[in-house]
């Protein structure tokens, strides 16, 4: 029976470790190794709460006592405590929510995980392809067809051309969520640094910033995040 054991987390780690793979080649928040330890603790968690306490039942038998277990209760605290570990992978960063999709990838590696434990390879592995498959195809369709907020810091000494930058922004389809602008004085003159919180296509974005720029004599980018 132990070898048993073993090959269930063996398998719930090498699945976990697929998706972690995929999280980490896109630089994500979690990787590897957190979705291989998540899917393994799952795996162990799910095992311990079927065979972990025979022992407890048989020795209540013997001295005839009616003592029962429920087997699901370990399993179900470990979707909870997910949860913890998700809510590390989330940050709200101006006015943007990034690491969902990370979070809840680690909330199906962790059920991916328990269904090894379980011994249902199969729907397992089902389940794995399907997540690679889901973040790989949105991945395809975001970066060909969605949209991302950047921030865009430049500065110029002309006023005037910081208005021609955010018009020809809105030109371009580019929406700009906010923006901010303060004056530096300095010994040879003013300039103006202008931070700008705008909503862009994703494809060829840092190309179309660039050219905008370029268009404008004296206007120099500090900083695209």
Same mark, same amino acid.
């Given at each position: 029976?132990?070898t &048993?054991?073993?090959?269930?987390?063996? !398998?719930?780690?090498i699945?976990?470790?697929?998706i972690g793979?995929?999280?980490? #080649?896109?630089?994500? &928040? /979690?990787?590897?190794?957190?979705?291989?330890?998540?899917?393994?603790?799952? @795996?162990l968690?799910?095992i311990?709460? =079927?065979?972990?306490?025979?022992?407890?039942l !048989?020795?209540? $038998?013997? /001295?005839g006592?009616?003592v $029962?277990?429920d087997?699901? $209760?370990i /399993?179900?605290?470990?979707?909870?405590?997910?949860?913890f570990?998700? @809510?590390?992978?989330?940050?709200? =960063?101006?006015h943007v929510?990034?690491?969902?999709?990370? /979070? @809840?990838?680690?909330?199906?590696?962790?059920?991916?995980?328990?269904?090894?434990?379980?011994?249902?390879?199969l729907?397992?592995? @089902?389940?794995?392809?399907?997540v690679?498959?889901?973040l790989?195809?949105? +991945?395809y369709?975001?970066?060909?067809?969605?949209?991302? +907020?950047i +921030?865009?810091?430049?500065?110029?000494p002309?006023?005037?051309?910081? $208005?021609?930058?955010?018009?020809r922004?809105?030109?371009?389809?580019?929406?700009?969520?906010?923006?901010?602008?303060?004056? =530096?004085?300095?010994?040879?003159?003013?300039?103006?640094?202008v931070?700008?919180?705008? +909503?862009?296509?994703?494809?060829? #974005? &840092?190309?179309?910033?660039?050219?905008?720029?370029?268009e404008?004599?004296? !206007?120099?980018?500090?900083?695209? &995040?």
């Open positions: 029976m132990t &048993e054991f073993i090959l269930r987390l063996f !398998v719930a780690s699945l976990g470790a697929a793979l995929e999280r980490g #080649y896109r630089a994500k &928040e /979690a990787g590897f190794r957190t979705h291989f330890l998540v899917a393994l603790g799952s @795996a968690f799910m311990v709460s =079927q065979f972990g306490f025979e022992q407890i !048989v020795q209540s $038998r013997d /001295a006592l009616n $029962r277990l087997p699901s $209760r /399993a179900a605290q470990v979707v909870s405590g997910i949860g570990i998700g @809510a590390g992978t989330i940050i709200f =960063q101006r929510v990034r690491g969902l999709t990370t /979070a @809840a990838g680690l909330w199906v590696t962790s059920a991916i995980g328990m269904t090894c434990g379980a011994g249902l390879y729907l397992a592995i @089902a389940t794995t392809v399907l690679l498959i889901c790989e195809t949105l +991945n369709f975001f970066q060909k067809f969605g949209t991302r +907020n +921030n865009i810091t430049f500065s110029s002309s006023i005037d051309d910081v $208005r021609r930058v955010l018009d922004m809105r030109k371009d389809d580019m929406t700009i969520d906010s923006y901010n602008m303060r004056e =530096q004085v300095e010994a040879d003159g003013s300039t103006y640094l931070t700008v919180e705008v +909503n862009v296509k994703r494809n060829r #974005y &840092e190309s179309r910033v660039l050219g905008i720029m370029e404008l004599d004296g !206007v120099r980018i500090e900083s695209i &995040e």
